[in-house]
């Protein structure tokens, strides 16, 4: 059956390109981009493919672009807007670490709120967050994202249970390591700050971590998952994919209560 979809961040990555699929489904799409610019690029590209699909400018982070989610109607929820960032827990400056939380819980929970009170009142509906492995996991220099990540997923199982009763679902999408040109642009941001001279984390050490982004799934492949999981009407609670993903997502978890320090 087809449903109506809102989705935030829909203007690069992994949440374009589900917009798209989504649409190409049938599903009628409401793809918000947090860019101006990004906004036309979607546009043109859904005209030359036919799509008739609703864009429209939306910085999460932005309470006057935000006014505009519940002048909407829609089935499904999906808060997809993020950003990364890399660095040392130790060492990273304040500012990023605020900033990150900024957009990926604070201003992603405000969307979130105003989805939840527009689905309580059509006593139905599904919110869906993408959360990712980050979500359950950490690792060396990763910990600015995961913290924020691994908030989501308790504000996740937190809605879930308090929305049972409205008739709305809540799930969260989990994707592992994918080549959208995202975790790159994370590693970046750490260089614009660090410094060899007065920072104590070895500038080889942070290298080294980057060299796990030679090895990325294809994004394609998350896409068409996110395609068949977010208009679904059943499916698990958390999505995590692919399963090789899953896996080393429940290892770690239970590595940490077997763990000495």
């Known amino acids: 059956m087809s449903k109506t979809i809102f ?31 990004q906004k036309t690029d979607l546009l043109r590209e859904a005209k030359d493919m036919g799509l008739d699909m609703d864009v429209f400018k939306l910085d999460i982070t932005n309470p006057r672009d935000r006014e505009e989610i519940p002048k909407y109607d829609f089935d499904v929820f999906v808060a997809n807007a993020a950003i990364n960032e890399r660095g040392p827990i130790a060492e990273v400056p304040l500012d990023r670490f605020r900033a990150i939380f900024e957009v990926n819980v604070f201003a992603t929970l405000e969307t979130v709120q105003l989805a939840a009170r527009k689905l309580v009142e059509k006593k139905g509906g599904k919110i869906v967050f993408m959360s990712s492995m980050a979500g359950i996991m950490s690792s060396p220099y990763g910990g600015p994202y995961a913290a924020t990540k691994h908030a989501i997923e308790a504000i996740a199982q937190t809605l879930k249970q308090e929305l049972e009763g409205f008739g709305v679902k809540v799930a969260t999408i989990n994707p592992g390591a994918f080549n959208t040109g995202f975790n790159d642009r994370a590693a970046e941001e750490l260089w614009k700050w660090y410094d060899e001279e007065k920072n104590f984390t070895k500038r080889e050490d942070l290298l080294k971590a980057e060299e796990g982004l030679e090895n990325q799934f294809d994004p394609q492949d998350m896409i068409d998952k996110m395609v068949e999981i977010i208009p679904a009407d059943k499916h698990s609670f958390r999505i995590a994919y692919p399963e090789e993903t899953k896996k080393q997502m429940k290892d770690t978890e239970k590595k940490w209560w077997e763990m000495d320090i």
């Open 7 to 37: 989705i935030t961040g829909a203007g690069s990555g992994l949440g374009r390109g589900a917009a798209i699929g989504l649409a190409r489904k049938g599903h009628r799409v409401i793809a918000a981009t947090e860019l101006t610019s």
